[in-house]
């Protein structure tokens, strides 16, 4: 079937390039995923080792510090962004 005269093609729809995108679809390598997987696991490692470590280093001054954030919430902060981190390449290694 011949397109017809008056098309370009140019032309296109933003429709017919999300079919295409959709049709072509997109994998990673393995060492791709394991190299972001690992960079994501070792940043929640690395910022868990030394948020912990530099609470620690300064609880003193935390302690006597007028704010309402003491040593509870500080380390429920760092624990959560280093479990996001950690979650964040282990759904890399498997996604």
């Not at 008056?6 to 190299?35: F, I």
């Not at 948020?51 to 007028?66: D, P, V, W």
């Amino acid at each position: 079937m011949a397109p017809p005269k008056d098309s370009n093609p140019y032309d296109l729809q933003a429709t017919d390039a999300k079919k295409a995108l959709a049709q072509e679809g997109y994998d990673d390598c393995l060492a791709c995923r394991a190299t972001g997987s690992a960079a994501f696991i070792g940043l929640g490692i690395y910022s868990y080792y030394t948020g912990m470590n530099n609470l620690r280093k300064q609880e003193q001054e935390i302690l006597k510090s007028a704010t309402k954030y003491k040593m509870g919430s500080r380390k429920l902060g760092i624990f959560s962004i280093s479990a996001t981190l950690v979650g964040m390449g282990i759904w890399r290694a498997f996604n």
